[in-house]
């Protein structure tokens, strides 16, 4: 059986904002499916992440959403 996360807490589990696992998921960078309306990673998918974090090289400058506003 495959144990699925949602996506904010598979973002917990790898001490990262949400919206930036989201922003992988959407360049192909992480693997997730939909359930719901709502991405699920697979645990397998945390432990490789977490294994092999995404090079910054890889990810466009992270603005978080409150910093925007200011």
Known sequence: MVD???LEEAA???DIPDSLLRQWVKKGLA???RRGGSYVLRTTEVERLRRNPVPESS???HIEPSQEAR
């Open 4 to 6: 699925f996360i949602s």
């Open 59 to 61: 990810i466009e400058q």
């Open 31 to 33: 693997r997730a499916s």
């Open 12 to 14: 917990d589990q790898l």
